[in-house]
């Protein structure tokens, strides 16, 4: 039985991950084989809330058929991340704690709840659950604290940003690109 309820009868769609890396092999989902981790970003349309339904692959396995807890706590982390960037804060970690309460199977699929719960003009403080998506159950939580940044000076191209990332670009590079054109 599945108890995801994000479906677009609910106003759930799915969206693209925001331009948080530049390229090349994701430690997290890269490589050729498919076989690690597998991110799906669904958005509320009314209430803007960010979750994503994650497949662990056997490139994930710690205990015999079970996801690795540096696995789980990098999904958590990187879907964390995920809802700052489209709230339009990007972020870097600057702290993370997280807490396993059951094993995650290899091969299932869960869901990667967030919350925001706190956001300063330089910080922005956030929860998640990793929650199975077949029972229910909440396999880990994480609380993570996360430093904005400029997403140009942390090096991500300018062309893949939209419009709603330029508030945080530092008003020296603005006025460094404008004298250039």
Same mark, same amino acid.
């Given at each position: ?75 958590? &982390?990187?879907?964390?991340? @995920? ?7 990007? !972020?870097?970690?600057? *702290? /993370?704690? $997280? ?35 077949? &029972?229910?159950?909440?396999? @880990? ?7 904005? !940044?400029?997403?140009? *000076? /942390?090096? $991500? ?25």
């Amino acid at each position: 039985m599945n108890h995801d309820l994000r479906t677009a009868a609910d106003g759930w769609e799915e969206i693209v991950k925001p331009p948080m890396q530049t390229g090349g092999d994701q430690f997290l989902t890269g490589g050729s084989g498919g076989d690690r981790v597998t991110i799906s970003y669904l958005r509320h349309r009314e209430s803007g809330e960010v979750a994503a339904r994650v497949t662990f692959g056997t490139g994930c396995e710690g205990p015999p058929g079970r996801a690795h807890g540096g696995s789980i706590s990098a999904v958590l &982390d990187e879907v964390m991340g @995920a809802a700052a960037w489209l709230a339009g804060r990007p !972020v870097v970690t600057m *702290r /993370l704690a $997280v807490a396993f309460r059951a094993p995650v199977l290899l091969g299932s699929t869960m869901m990667v709840e967030t919350t925001v719960l706190k956001s300063t003009r330089r910080i922005v403080t956030m929860q998640s659950r990793l929650v199975g998506d077949d &029972d229910g159950k909440v396999h @880990a939580t994480g609380d993570g604290r996360y430093f904005a !940044v400029d997403p140009v *000076r /942390l090096g $991500v191209p300018r062309e893949l940003l939209d419009g709603s990332y330029e508030k945080y670009i530092n008003p020296r590079d603005r006025h460094e690109e404008a004298s250039q054109g």
